[in-house]
């Protein structure tokens, strides 16, 4: 893949979370109206989808093809660690049934939710930031090699 495929590629992959995003505020307003039982399904799909997606960016990490930054390898080492912690968390509170640990459970879940939210935010930032650079760093190479 050339260069200019690549930062082409950058440029659709922003555009196909932007749809991403959408598509996770949609769910998340449709489960509002749904059964409990339907909720609980997309959840457990959701992070069964979530899990795969950390392992592939782990692959792609670990591959003696990725020239990724060690700085990024170590941040997906540790989002892939956050996410089976996160996976496990929820398998153990799904186990309680006292009411008042149930609340406590429940506050803690959405305020995992808001952060997480956050954190794709400052992600969705970090990623736009790195597109910018890479354009930035190709026409300086092209520059160069102009000259």
């Known amino acids: 893949m050339t260069t200019s495929e690549n930062l082409m590629r950058a440029s659709d992959q922003l555009s196909k979370l932007a749809g991403r ?19 609980e399904r997309s959840a ?11 392992d592939e960016l782990r692959d792609a990490a670990n591959s003696t093809e990725a020239q990724v930054s060690t700085s990024w390898s170590e941040i997906q080492r540790s989002w892939s660690a956050h996410v089976e912690k996160m996976r496990h968390d929820i398998d153990a509170r799904k186990a309680e049934f006292d009411a008042k640990k149930a609340e406590h459970h429940a506050e803690n879940a959405e305020a995992d939710a808001l952060f997480a939210i956050d954190y794709a935010f400052t992600t969705i930032d970090v990623a736009e930031s790195a597109v910018l650079d890479a354009i930035s760093a190709r026409m300086k190479a092209d520059e160069l090699v102009r000259s």
């Open 21 to 39: 995003a959408k598509q996770a505020e949609d769910r998340a307003d449709a489960a509002r109206d749904e059964a409990k039982a339907d909720v």
């Open 44 to 54: 457990t799909e959701a992070r069964k989808t979530a899990q795969e997606h950390a």
